[in-house]
């Protein structure tokens, strides 16, 4: 035993007084190992029985060393588990038909979710009606998002088509045209004719892959279809899994029935719920995020608050220490505690939709609280190792998991650290405020927390004295509140310190307003979450009755929303850093192991662990130098689908982006309502895993959206010098990038052809748009900005979506000259690199950016062809994805596809 300053006992940390902490904690090696090195079955199986044996011999000649063998065999038996682990539902059946012909389909239901309704732009890519390879998706606003078990699909040959079994899954939208949304319903027989396209996939380092997260559901395809091309055959039984999804959707639906009723639309708009409101409370109390919008969640991402208004185990946790407080407050026993707040558990579960961070931080809940009925009161460090080691043992796969990694870490910055440093220092005096004139002082206190009780009822008779015994308790209630407040702090600044990995490893975000907000939202979601669910529950009986709590509610949402905000807008809020590279972290993994074991064991523990945590955080965020290659001008065509995004990194390390991606044709939808972001999802996690931080010029070509989507999302988080544009088109969202970017106090340079300039070690040349050129209308392609970059005798021509107008204009200029590499002009469309271009040019190595199994045709065969015959070497994102050439000096070109950080 340690003893703190006052003479309070606090326990050592001893993996023996843990063991099942240490299994957890060797377990989980084990599965690391297993991720990086494949053992062969037999050779597992040899190695737990040597292991076995080996923890016999020790246990019986010398059990001081007998925790060696028994840490090797549960290391060998995370390995085993890890190999051992089924893997996702094999979808790959419904991936080979992914082929672009048109067939029907036949399936059960298995998921229905009404998506938020869609706003369309006019500032995209029009296409030309002999450029469109396959029919497009429908022109309509109201779409639902409808999984489908396949039971049967049509084999077309050439000859005949028949319908054949098949096992797997299809995400499909469906898109309302003349007519309303189907009602479907789980367990649905349904009939569709569509093309089953691949989910897509970019293939660049540091991205997500939403095609990796339906196959981990058993989903291989792909496909949208107007409603006239979907036909209901007949109903079926449901699934345990479709019911949740169910239950969710019927939650969903009854609050938005609320909001949209008589009473509640009379009530004045700032105390009134409305369908933001409903979009925030759908997520919090059903975990139904389809309504969360971009611009909704930045806030609380900025101040790492996010996790507090979604469902996630946080709320679970929330909710099951309620209930177990309450029960035992009640002076309910121990059992009959665990058994009310695991059935409370599962049931607010239920109504989630069973989400995986839900699932897992109620088992991990009920395991702790069925551990610590079977251990002696208080050690919950063993407890916690058993819900630890039970989820690793039915899921290994978990452990690389970002929700996992997080709900790990919180438990061990606030029981391993947090806990014994508030014990240490203020955390045990609130327990001396308690009952302050009680007679008898339960669990005991040591001489100085005593002493201070006692100066706590002086100080309560002087002001009985002073205003009336009323006032006797005051005193020791506002201590008692200001050591609360102070022990909440604590949690929150250590839990921070220790998030800071998971933050910028998985979100790229240094929150440093994370504790502040945190501070504010917590108290307040105290009262917001019961006020919510009383809200919903008296909807379920009149909109009159849910009036009182509706009111209460939008009051605690709207002020705790408009807090983060201004909280959120300060510029300082919004820092974006690289992932720690890998060694970073597994230093600060061991180090707060390290501070885990040095805060029990005395006060200097203490003083070491409040000092290493926040070098621990500055390690972790500490730059690194960027990963490019000196010497070499590189270009890196970035795979953003159907879009351009070109990284431009010169031979002294400066950096240039060249667009950014984002939606295209009639669905590209404004920044308001999209929901995923090319430029935040895509380009940006592609930036950061070079730890680039900052860039030094970004290009914006033309103001289409597949080349300007993502382009705020850029400039936020990269906060360059400069800006370069070409014309200024009739386009909303171009002039606001224009704001945005003066407000971020980025110089804008307008371009135009016939400049020149020397950019570092690289000279940069205008070919378009030309002085005279004009486009007071809506943005189109030969707006692009041509920029020609020279280092040595290696140089790059990069040409946007310049057409033959814009292509006739350069020739005629003379200032297309032959070059080292092209970046081909509109995704390889017919209209864009005309022979005549391409003989001026001619490059040895050409790139096109294009999206696969996009339905524009892109790239032409024609256009193949003319690279073809002119004997250059075509490189396409669509089938090498993330390509990147480095140019020296003396004109060689490297090319390198597929490469991992860009550097050599």
């Given at each position: 035993?340690?003893?703190?300053k006052?003479?309070d006992?606090?326990e ?12 957890a ?6 599965v ?10 037999l050779?597992l199986v040899v190695?737990l029985?040597v292991t076995?044996a080996?923890a016999?011999?020790?246990l019986a000649?010398?059990?001081r ?20 682990q089924p893997?996702?539902p094999?979808s ?7 082929d ?5 389909v ?5 998921r229905?979710?009404r998506?938020p309704?869609?706003?369309?732009t006019?500032?995209n890519d ?12 429908p022109?309509?606003e109201?779409?639902e998002?409808?999984?489908?078990a396949l039971?049967q699909?049509e084999?077309v ?13 299809v995400r ?6 003349a ?11 349904v009939?569709?004719?569509v093309?089953l ?6 293939r ?16 291989g ?13 007949g109903?079926?039984?449901?699934s345990w899994?479709?019911?949740?999804v ?6 969903v639906?009854?609050?938005?029935g609320f909001?949209?009723?008589g009473p ?10 409305g369908?933001a409101?409903?979009a ?7 975990g139904d995020?389809a ?5 909704m969640?930045?806030?609380?991402e ?9 469902v996630?185990g ?8 309620g209930?177990f407080?309450?029960?035992?407050r009640l ?16 049931g607010?579960a239920v109504?989630t939709g ?6 897992r931080a109620?088992t991990m809940t ?10 002696r ?5 063993n407890?916690?190792?058993?819900a630890?080691l ?7 796969k978990?452990?690389f998991e970002?929700s996992?990694?997080?709900?790990v870490l ?5 029981a391993g ?7 240490r220092?203020?955390?045990g005096?609130?327990?001396?405020t ?6 008898g002082?339960r669990?005991?206190l040591?001489?100085?927390r005593?002493?201070?009780r ?6 309560g ?16 209630l506002?201590?008692?509140w200001?050591?609360?407040?102070m022990e909440l ?9 220790v ?5 910028a ?8 307003f994370?504790?502040?907000?945190n ?6 979601l ?5 006020a919510a ?13 849910a009036?009182?709590p509706?009111?209460?509610?939008a009051?605690?949402l ?10 959120s807008?300060?510029?300082v809020?919004d820092?974006?850093v690289?992932?720690?590279v890998w060694?970073?972290?597994?230093l600060a ?21 409040a ?5 621990i955080a500055?390690?972790?965020l ?8 000196p010497?070499r001008l590189?270009?890196s065509a ?11 990194a010169?031979p002294d390390?400066?950096t240039?982006?060249v ?7 009639q ?5 308001v309502?999209a ?5 935040e999802?895509?380009?940006s996690?592609?930036l950061?895993?070079?730890?680039m ?9 033309h ?8 382009m705020?999302a850029?400039?936020?988080n ?11 088109p009739?386009s ?7 704001e945005?970017a003066?407000?971020?106090g980025?110089t804008?340079?307008?371009l ?8 570092g070690?690289?000279?940069v040349?205008v070919?378009a748009?030309?002085v005279g050129?004009v486009?007071?209308?809506a943005p189109?392609n030969?707006?692009s ?5 020279d ?5 790059l021509?990069?040409?946007?979506d ?9 020739l005629?200029a003379g200032?297309?000259?032959?070059v080292?590499v092209?970046?081909?002009?509109h995704?390889?469309s017919?209209?864009?690199t005309?022979?005549?271009f391409?003989a001026?040019a001619a490059?040895?190595?050409a ?11 892109h790239?032409?065969g ?5 690279f ?9 994102t669509?089938e090498?994805?993330?390509?990147t050439f480095?140019l020296g000096r ?6 390198v596809?597929g490469?991992?950080?860009g550097?050599?």
């Amino acid at each position: 035993m340690a003893r703190t300053k006052t003479g309070d006992r606090l326990e050592r940390l001893r993996f023996r007084r843990a063991p099942l902490a240490a299994a957890a904690v060797w377990f989980g090696v084990g599965v690391v190992l297993a991720h990086f090195v494949w053992q062969p079955v037999l050779v597992l199986v040899v190695a737990l029985v040597v292991t076995g044996a080996l923890a016999v011999v020790a246990l019986a000649t010398s059990p001081r060393v007998s925790w060696l063998p028994v840490a090797a065999i549960w290391i060998v038996t995370g390995v085993a588990a890890a190999e051992w682990q089924p893997g996702p539902p094999d979808s790959s059946a419904v991936a080979g038909y992914a082929d672009g012909l048109s067939r029907r389909v036949l399936g059960r239901v298995t998921r229905v979710q009404r998506l938020p309704q869609r706003a369309k732009t006019v500032d995209n890519d029009k296409v030309a009606p002999w450029e469109a390879a396959e029919e497009a998706e429908p022109d309509a606003e109201q779409a639902e998002s409808v999984d489908l078990a396949l039971e049967q699909i049509e084999e077309v040959t050439p000859d005949v088509a028949s319908m054949v079994p098949i096992s797997g899954g299809v995400r499909s939208t469906i898109y309302a045209t003349a007519t309303q949304l189907p009602e479907l319903a789980c367990g649905d027989l349904v009939e569709m004719t569509v093309r089953l396209k691949l989910p897509e996939r970019f293939r660049d380092p540091g991205v997500w892959q939403y095609a990796d997260y339906l196959r981990e559901q058993g989903i291989g395809a792909r496909a949208s279809l107007a409603t006239n091309r979907l036909h209901r055959l007949g109903t079926g039984p449901a699934s345990w899994h479709c019911r949740v999804v169910a239950a969710q959707g019927w939650a969903v639906a009854r609050l938005a029935g609320f909001v949209g009723s008589g009473p509640n639309r009379r009530v004045p708009g700032w105390m009134r719920l409305g369908s933001a409101d409903a979009a925030m409370l759908d997520a919090m109390l059903f975990g139904d995020r389809a309504g969360l919008n971009r611009t909704m969640r930045t806030g609380f991402e900025r101040t790492g608050s996010f996790h507090l208004f979604v469902v996630s185990g946080l709320h679970v946790t929330l909710l099951a220490g309620g209930v177990f407080w309450l029960v035992r407050r009640l002076r309910g026993p121990a059992w009959l505690a665990t058994l009310v707040t695991i059935a409370s558990a599962t049931g607010y579960a239920v109504l989630t939709g069973f989400g995986q961070p839900v699932t897992r931080a109620l088992t991990m809940t009920s395991i702790f609280l069925l551990a610590r009925l079977f251990w002696r009161k208080g050690d919950s460090i063993n407890a916690l190792g058993a819900a630890v080691l039970a989820m690793l043992v039915w899921s290994p796969k978990s452990l690389f998991e970002a929700s996992f990694q997080m709900t790990v870490l919180a438990l061990v910055a606030i029981a391993g650290m947090a806990a014994p440093l508030g014990e240490r220092s203020f955390g045990g005096y609130a327990k001396a405020t308690r009952n302050i004139f009680a007679a008898g002082v339960r669990g005991g206190l040591s001489p100085r927390r005593m002493q201070f009780r006692v100066m706590l009822q002086l100080w309560g008779e002087t002001f009985a004295d002073a205003f009336g015994r009323w006032s006797r308790g005051l005193p020791a209630l506002a201590v008692r509140w200001g050591l609360l407040a102070m022990e909440l702090a604590l949690v929150g600044v250590v839990a921070e310190l220790v998030m800071v990995m998971p933050m910028a490893l998985y979100f790229h975000r240094a929150a440093v307003f994370s504790v502040p907000a945190n501070m504010v939202v917590i108290p307040v979601l105290a009262v917001l979450a019961p006020a919510a669910v009383a809200t919903f529950a008296a909807s379920l009986v009149s909109p009159w009755v849910a009036l009182a709590p509706s009111v209460v509610t939008a009051l605690l949402l709207h002020g705790v929303t408009g807090a983060i905000g201004r909280i959120s807008s300060l510029s300082v809020a919004d820092v974006r850093v690289p992932g720690p590279v890998w060694w970073v972290g597994a230093l600060a993994v061991l180090a707060w192991m390290a501070c885990c074991w040095a805060v029990r064991r005395g006060r200097w523990g203490a003083w070491v662990t409040a000092a290493a945590l926040p070098l621990i955080a500055v390690m972790v965020l500490w730059p690194e130098r960027p990963l490019t290659t000196p010497e070499r001008l590189e270009l890196s065509a970035i795979d953003v689908g159907q879009g351009d995004s070109l990284l431009i990194a010169g031979p002294d390390g400066r950096t240039m982006l060249v667009d950014a991606g984002g939606p295209v044709g009639q669905h590209g939808v404004s920044e308001v309502t999209a929901s995923y972001d090319v430029g935040e999802e895509v380009v940006s996690p592609y930036l950061w895993s070079r730890r680039m931080r900052r860039l030094d010029v970004v290009v914006l070509t033309h103001a289409h959206t597949d080349h300007m989507g993502g382009m705020p999302a850029v400039l936020r988080n990269f906060r360059p010098r400069e800006l370069w544009v070409g014309i200024e088109p009739d386009s909303a969202q171009f002039r606001a990038l224009l704001e945005e970017a003066r407000e971020l106090g980025i110089t804008v340079r307008h371009l135009h052809a016939g400049e020149g300039f020397v950019w570092g070690e690289t000279a940069v040349s205008v070919l378009a748009p030309a002085v005279g050129y004009v486009n007071m209308g809506a943005p189109k392609n030969d707006d692009s900005v041509v920029l020609r970059l020279d280092f040595g005798r290696g140089s790059l021509l990069l040409e946007g979506d310049a057409e033959r107008p814009s292509e006739e204009a350069m020739l005629a200029a003379g200032l297309v000259k032959p070059v080292t590499v092209l970046k081909a002009g509109h995704h390889g469309s017919i209209t864009s690199t005309t022979p005549e271009f391409l003989a001026a040019a001619a490059p040895r190595d050409a790139v096109i950016s294009v999206g696969r199994g996009n339905s524009f045709g892109h790239p032409r065969g024609e256009v193949i062809g003319r690279f073809a015959a002119a004997g250059v070497r075509l490189y396409r994102t669509d089938e090498f994805g993330l390509t990147t050439f480095l140019l020296g000096r003396d004109g060689t070109v490297k090319e390198v596809v597929g490469t991992q950080d860009g550097s050599q």
